[in-house]
Nanobody, 121 residues
Framework: QVQLVESGGGLVQTGGSLRLSCAASGRTVSEYIMGWFRQAPGKERVFVARITLSGTTTYADSVKGRFAVSRDNANNTVYLEMNSLKAEDTAIYYC???????????????WGQGTQVTVSS
């Protein structure tokens, strides 16, 4: 099993940037498809970004061109760089690990605790 710990959330103004980190232990992030998801109050948890074992990245249309997911194998950490943030990006952000190439939250076996991102305006 792999354990995931997220950090980097906070309050940011519209147009600002944040970098979320997902530190793994127990196993290496390079063994998994690593996904980022978010959940706003009253909404379902939705896909944000994904990176495969080969390093291929995929993004939801809502964040494409603004967010970037990356993996640092040396530090066993996955990142989500968020730029040009909008009010609608406000949500709890989660990182997750899956053994399958998928967009579905239910297919991800391991989850971080979540970190709150709040974008003003």
């Amino acid at each position: 099993q792999v354990q995931l710990v997220e950090s980097g959330g906070g309050l940011v103004q519209t147009g600002g940037s944040l970098r979320l980190s997902c530190a793994a232990s127990g196993r290496t992030v390079s063994e998994y498809i690593m996904g980022w998801f978010r959940q706003a109050p009253g909404k379902e948890r939705v896909f944000v970004a994904r990176i495969t074992l080969s390093g291929t990245t995929t993004y939801a249309d809502s964040v494409k061109g603004r967010f970037a997911v990356s993996r640092d194998n040396a530090n066993n950490t996955v990142y989500l760089e968020m730029n040009s943030l909008k009010a609608e990006d406000t949500a709890i952000y989660y990182c997750a690990a899956s053994n399958f190439i998928t967009f579905a939250p239910a297919m991800y076996s391991y989850w971080g605790q979540g970190t709150q991102v709040t974008v003003s305006s």
